[in-house]
């Protein structure tokens, strides 16, 4: 009875269910701004492959397991473009203990997680947001098994962006070195002519490839120097290329000797290690565009697309020396030199080409090819037309650079000539003379000691807010990535970056690693300052002989290599003796000279005589001028203000422009007071 009951029950709600309304469920979209938020699913789960969990059982879980355990870190967007190769030469090392079976086991887990795909976040602040790469690691791995070896990628990602977690930001394909697979050891880099192996190697990585380029030259048909030679390839020996990774195609390479080589010596320009010596074309058709371009001649050993501005492709040669050849010093100076032989050259020409080459013992003549604009049309006053009034840039890589140095200096020479006697952060030249430089702000660099914990001096942007970059001895290092970041963020114009490229070559024609560097830079955008009498401090913090008067000691040695620096020498001196009287008089005292009061955001450093007749500036180098070590004090006490300013969010008094405005009151009182 009671279970007829139960069943008239069930029955009667059935029932009034089946005549209700139905209850649909509502979807909260979430909203921003007015404006639906689109959900983009991230690629979670990368960092833990499957391959780790066969690692932890391969060996001896106190080996294995911890390895395995390690896995996950490396595989995270914020991990080191090199921590996951790090791990797979480990891997490697820890397996050599095991017998013969467990070893290559424990070797094929490594081989296969060094190819494992990496996390990168989307790029949220496109709409909608980008999926980006992940860059490569430049080093070699340790271990031969590597060799070739990069991570996968994401298909869906977008070819052109890549995440670096050293920026923490977005990069583009071809602005670093790292945006393409390179630090593999067992590239030779030979630059051979050899077309059947160049396409055997292309066949075999792309078996559905049916042509490819094996030598691309300027396209004027009067100049027999040069061919462009297409390799058309049938569908059997794609297919036989594509089982026999040994196949080959022969191929027939008109006038192949015309392929400049170097006539030098290693002793004279250089060890360039598992790299060719680096040469440069110029002509049109390069990735298909009908402009003219430049592009390095062997993409084996620099893989860089063609780019207008020769900058690029000069400085991505320079680099890769460091990053992924194992050049020797002589072949880095060598390349330091042509990089300034090229800018000497007229912009955009074949010339700067001819005297890149030159620089390495290169004889060619792209100065013959006419430039081509973005529209196709012949720039006039280009070509072989004018080859004779551009011999002079490429007859030798000496007389280039030495012409260098004049004409990239020329624009900034009376600005440069009077940096001894002030310094300030604010540029008195219009932006109709040195551009727009959009959302960020006029680049500057200074030079000195302590800059993220050093002892020795080095280089630093000064906005850190628009170049965002830490210390370099180097300042290359600085100049290309503020030089970059004018176009991958800042938004400037054509002029802007211009000026930029003029700007690193005046820094790169100055004295390597002294204050001079900096002072040229700045030169050209109108900025004045006296880094040039700071004197440069060693790794073990010893003051570099010959520099402990700054560049004003050595000034006559340096006079032909830069003339900003000359001027800039000059001044120093002259500013120096002017001084000396008034610090005569302070000469041993332990007082702080340094009287400015001004507490927003940080407090100027201390400022003392020291015993010499110089004067110390406390977390800095000493100044033989009283007024440049006052100025120096502003200076830091700017940076750590607007330093803070930054951090606090810019409000209330306490803002970059204000920061800005009480150093030059600190100015101010130390020029009234020196």
């Known amino acids: 009875?009671?279970?007829?009951?139960?069943?008239?029950?069930?029955?009667?709600?059935?029932?009034?269910?089946?005549?209700?309304?139905?209850?649909?469920?509502?979807?909260?979209?979430?909203?921003?701004?007015?404006?639906?938020?689109?959900?983009?699913?991230?690629?979670?789960?990368?960092?833990?492959?499957?391959?780790?969990?066969?690692l932890g059982s391969a060996c001896d879980?106190?080996?294995?397991?911890?390895?395995?355990?390690?896995?996950?870190?490396?595989?995270?967007?914020?991990?080191?473009?090199?921590?996951?190769?790090?791990?797979?030469?480990?891997?490697?090392?820890?397996?050599?203990?095991?017998?013969?079976?467990?070893?290559?086991?424990?070797?094929?887990?490594?081989?296969?997680?060094?190819?494992?795909?990496?996390?990168?976040?989307?790029?949220?602040?496109?709409?909608?947001?980008t999926n980006r790469n992940s860059v490569f690691c430049q080093n070699a791995p340790r271990n031969a098994e590597l060799n070739d070896l990069v991570q996968a990628q994401d298909p869906a990602n977008d070819p052109d962006v890549f995440f670096d977690p050293a920026l923490g930001a977005s990069v583009t394909l071809g602005s670093q070195a790292n945006t393409f697979p390179f630090g593999t050891s067992g590239s030779t880099g030979t630059g051979s002519t050899d077309a059947s192996a160049s396409v055997s190697d292309s066949l075999a990585a792309s078996p559905t490839a049916i042509s490819a380029v094996v030598t691309e030259r300027s396209e004027d048909t009067d100049d027999e120097q040069c061919s462009i030679v297409t390799v058309t390839v049938s569908?059997?020996?794609?297919?036989?290329?594509?089982?026999?990774?040994?196949?080959?195609?022969?191929?027939?390479?008109?006038?192949?000797a015309a392929v400049p080589t170097s006539t030098a010596s290693a002793s004279d320009i250089g060890d360039f290690g598992s790299c060719t010596v680096p040469e440069i074309e110029f002509g049109t058709g390069f990735d298909g565009r009908t402009e003219t371009s430049f592009e390095p001649v062997d993409k084996a050993s620099?893989?860089?697309?063609?780019?207008?501005?020769?900058?690029?492709?000069?400085?991505?040669?320079?680099?890769?020396?460091?990053?992924?050849?194992?050049?020797?010093?002589?072949?880095?100076?060598?390349?330091?030199?042509?990089?300034?032989?090229?800018?000497?050259?007229?912009?955009?020409?074949?010339?700067?080409?001819?005297?890149?080459?030159?620089?390495?013992?290169?004889?060619?003549?792209?100065?013959?090819?006419?430039?081509?604009?973005?529209?196709?049309?012949?720039?006039?006053?280009?070509?072989?037309?004018?080859a004779s009034s551009d011999a002079s840039a490429s007859a030798s890589a000496t007389d280039a650079a030495a012409d260098s140095d004049a004409t990239a200096t020329a624009s900034t020479t009376d600005s440069a000539s009077t940096a001894a006697s002030s310094s300030t952060t604010g540029s008195d030249t219009s932006s109709s003379d040195i551009g727009d430089f959009g959302s960020c702000s006029v680049p500057e660099i200074e030079f000195g000691v302590?800059?993220?914990?050093?002892?020795?001096?080095?280089?630093?942007?000064?906005?850190?807010?628009?170049?965002?970059?830490?210390?370099?001895?180097?300042?290359?290092?600085?100049?290309?990535?503020?030089?970059?970041?004018?176009?991958?963020?800042?938004?400037?114009?054509?002029?802007?970056?211009?000026?930029?490229?003029?700007?690193?070559?005046?820094?790169?024609?100055?004295?390597?690693?002294?204050?001079?560097?900096?002072?040229?830079?700045?030169?050209?955008?109108?900025?004045?300052?006296?880094?040039?009498?700071?004197?440069?401090?060693?790794?073990?913090?010893?003051?570099?002989?010959?520099?402990?008067?700054?560049?004003?000691?050595?000034?006559?040695?340096?006079?032909?290599?830069?003339?900003?620096?000359?001027?800039?020498?000059?001044?120093?001196?002259?500013?120096?003796?002017?001084?000396?009287?008034?610090?005569?008089?302070?000469?041993?005292?332990?007082?702080?000279?340094?009287?400015?009061?001004?507490?927003?955001?940080?407090?100027?450093?201390?400022?003392t005589a020291l015993g010499d007749g110089s004067f110390q500036v406390t977390g800095n180098s000493a100044f033989n001028s009283l007024q440049n070590a006052l100025v120096r004090s502003c200076d830091v006490q700017n940076n750590q203000c607007a330093n803070a300013a930054n951090s606090s969010g810019n409000q209330g008094d306490l803002t970059v422009a204000n920061c800005n405005e009480q150093q030059q009151q600190c100015i101010s009182q130390a020029q009234s007071a020196a």
């Open 235 to 256: 569908s059997d020996a794609v297919a036989t290329s594509a089982a026999d990774s040994s196949a080959t195609v022969t191929v027939d390479v008109t006038d192949s």
């Open 450 to 607: 302590g800059f993220d914990g050093r002892k020795e001096t080095s280089f630093q942007p000064v906005d850190k807010a628009s170049f965002n970059h830490g210390s370099a001895q180097a300042i290359n290092i600085i100049t290309q990535f503020i030089c970059d970041t004018l176009t991958n963020s800042c938004g400037a114009d054509q002029t802007a970056k211009d000026t930029c490229a003029s700007a690193q070559t005046a820094a790169e024609a100055a004295t390597a690693k002294t204050g001079a560097q900096a002072d040229a830079f700045n030169a050209a955008f109108g900025i004045t300052t006296d880094f040039a009498s700071v004197a440069a401090v060693d790794d073990q913090g010893n003051v570099v002989a010959g520099t402990d008067s700054g560049t004003s000691d050595n000034a006559a040695s340096d006079a032909s290599s830069s003339t900003a620096v000359a001027s800039t020498t000059a001044a120093a001196t002259t500013a120096a003796a002017s001084a000396t009287a008034a610090a005569s008089d302070d000469t041993g005292s332990g007082d702080n000279l340094q009287t400015f009061t001004g507490d927003l955001g940080a407090t100027a450093p201390t400022v």
């Open 302 to 386: 620099f893989n860089h697309d063609s780019a207008q501005n020769i900058n690029i492709i000069t400085q991505f040669i320079c680099d890769s020396l460091t990053n992924t050849c194992g050049a020797d010093q002589t072949a880095k100076d060598t390349c330091a030199t042509a990089q300034a032989a090229a800018s000497a050259a007229a912009t955009g020409t074949g010339a700067q080409a001819d005297a890149f080459n030159a620089a390495f013992g290169i004889t060619t003549d792209f100065t013959s090819v006419a430039a081509v604009d973005n529209q196709g049309n012949i720039v006039s006053g280009t070509g072989s037309d004018a």
């Open 61 to 129: 879980g106190s080996v294995c397991g911890v390895l395995a355990g390690q896995g996950p870190s490396t595989l995270l967007a914020a991990a080191g473009e090199c921590t996951q190769q790090d791990l797979a030469d480990d891997i490697i090392d820890a397996a050599q203990q095991f017998d013969d079976t467990t070893k290559a086991n424990v070797i094929a887990l490594a081989v296969e997680f060094r190819q494992v795909e990496k996390n990168t976040p989307p790029d949220f602040t496109t709409n909608p947001p």
């Open 1 to 54: 009875m009671l279970n007829k009951q139960f069943a008239s029950i069930i029955t009667i709600a059935l029932s009034v269910l089946s005549v209700t309304d139905q209850a649909l469920g509502r979807y909260r979209w979430l909203e921003r701004d007015d404006k639906p938020i689109l959900l983009h699913p991230r690629r979670f789960g990368q960092q833990n492959p499957d391959v780790l969990t066969r």
